[in-house]
Nanobody
Framework: QVQLVESGGGLVQAGGSLRLSCAAS??????????MGWFRQAPGKERTFAAS????????RHADYGKGRFTISRDNGKNTVYLQMNTLTPEDTAVYYC??????????????????WGQGTQVTVSS
């Protein structure tokens, strides 16, 4: 079955960095397969888009709040997608989720375009 397992979250001071990882299994992960995405959900707020990347890794899309700070990447040989987050602020505090998108090759920002989700990893940024 499809499994997405996030890791790498934790507590970091403002201005710090974290790299989130999402290990995927149970489906074809490589070139020609699925878009992968990261979303986040802060307490009391809706789940929002963070970044997504096509199957080859050549096309990436980042939310406006993450441009210049967040970078999504993937290693198809390791069935893993990453989210490098730099210059973190307390507003980045949230649970971060990895999700599997479609096979059209277009990174999508809508949660409705993703069919499988991980359990999430908590990111807490202290001021």
């Amino acid at each position: 079955q499809v499994q997405l397992v996030e890791s790498g979250g934790g507590l970091v001071q403002a201005g710090g960095s974290l790299r989130l990882s999402c290990a995927a299994s149970g489906f074809t992960f490589g070139v020609g397969a699925y878009v992968m995405g990261w979303f986040r959900q802060a307490p009391g707020k809706e789940r929002t888009f963070a970044a997504s990347i096509n199957s080859r890794g050549g096309i990436a899309r980042h939310a406006d709040y993450g441009k210049g700070r967040f970078t999504i990447s993937r290693d198809n040989g390791k069935n893993t997608v990453y989210l490098q987050m730099n210059t973190l602020t307390p507003e980045d505090t949230a649970v971060y989720y990895c999700a599997r998108g479609g096979r059209l090759g277009i990174p999508d920002a809508s949660p409705a375009a993703y069919d499988y989700w991980g359990q999430g990893t908590q990111v807490t940024v202290s001021s």
